[in-house]
């Protein structure tokens, strides 16, 4: 099935109707923007419906946009292995303003099983909750690391510094002990 750019976004708009907020093909792509609220379903919609059956997730990350606000975009890409075209959908997360309290999203794991790897990743290195994820813990980094470092805040030096075998140390020490 060949369809033109223009075709894929009509398609997109028709399926994600009042979901999406808007439909534009950039770069030859097909992005959506998809209010939070409903990622859920418009993920669910665009998996389900008979002309797009966008059946895989490729992969799904998030994006910070520091100083503006909203702050953070998440990107989910999918495609059709049948009907070989793919659209990326996008919603935003504004920050809270606090590390302790983290922007939250709907987790799509139950929509695509892949999405439980790669959110775990988006909270582990950006601070994003998924609420109703199956097993939401750090991924890449041990559980008592501080802070999320593909946010665009976290310093490069001064903030406490994973040393294997150890426990969490002060960036400074770190450097004397690898005789820098």
């Given amino acids: 099935m060949n369809m033109t750019f223009d075709e894929q976004k009509k398609l997109a708009e028709e399926v994600l109707g009042r979901m999406a ?9 097909v992005i959506a923007m998809v209010d939070t609220r409903y990622i859920i379903k418009a993920l669910t919609d665009l998996r389900d419906h008979d002309e797009t059956q966008l059946d895989v997730l ?3 990350t998030a994006v910070d ?3 503006r606000e909203p702050r953070f975009t998440m990107v989910y890409e999918l495609y059709s292995t049948s009907l070989r075209f793919r659209v990326r959908v996008q919603c935003q997360l504004a920050d809270t303003g606090n590390e302790n309290e983290l922007p939250e999203i709907d987790s799509v794991s139950s929509v695509y099983r892949t999405a439980e790897w790669h ?3 988006c909270y582990d290195l950006m601070g994003i909750t998924f609420t109703g994820h ?3 813990r750090r991924i890449l980094l041990p559980e008592n690391w501080d802070g999320h470092p593909l946010r665009k805040e976290y310093p490069f030096d001064g903030k406490r510094t994973w040393k294997p075998g150890c426990n969490v140390i002060d960036s400074q020490r ?3 002990d690898l005789g820098l």
């Fill in 58 to 60: 490729t992969f799904m």
């Fill in 65 to 67: 946009y520091t100083p």
């Fill in 174 to 176: 770190m450097e004397g």
């Fill in 21 to 29: 907020v808007r439909v534009w093909v950039e770069n030859g792509s």
């Fill in 119 to 121: 959110e775990r990743e």
């Fill in 134 to 136: 199956p097993d939401l």
